[in-house]
């Protein structure tokens, strides 16, 4: 199984950055999506960043274009998140997860279902 463990959640004023970082026991799949997803108190999940490792593409929410960035360091197994710009409605418990995929060109979007789930890590932004 792949154990992913979640870091980097805070406190943070409205208009500061926090840096998420997933790290990965190991990967037994050839291609796989890593995601960054968040879940706000009384809202559904909703997935805020994915990189695949097949072709490197990257994909954002509409809400987090130009204020999040993801990235990857295969060597280490990690995928941070650079959360820039906060505002309180990222206030929310924030995971990341793992999903299969057959490789190659990457569709467009973050998948609908993952096969592993790290813990959440809790992001609250002041106003």
């Known amino acids: 199984d792949v154990q992913l463990q979640a870091s980097g959640g805070g406190l943070v004023q409205a208009g500061g950055s926090l840096r998420l970082s997933c790290a990965a026991s190991e990967f037994t799949f050839a291609h796989y999506v890593i995601a960054w997803l968040r879940q706000a108190p009384g809202k559904e999940r909703e997935a805020v960043s994915c990189i695949s490792s097949s072709d490197g593409r990257t994909n954002y929410d509409d809400s987090v274009k130009g204020r999040f960035t993801i990235s990857s360091d295969n060597a280490k197994n990690t995928v941070s998140l650079q959360m820039n710009s906060l505002k309180p409605e990222d206030t929310a418990v924030y995971y990341c997860?793992?999903?299969?995929?057959?490789?190659?060109?990457?569709?467009?979007?973050?998948?609908?279902?993952?096969?592993?789930w790290g813990q959440g890590t809790l992001v609250t932004v002041s106003s």
């Open positions: 997860a793992v999903a299969e995929t057959l490789g190659g060109r990457s569709p467009p979007g973050c998948p609908r279902a993952y096969d592993y």
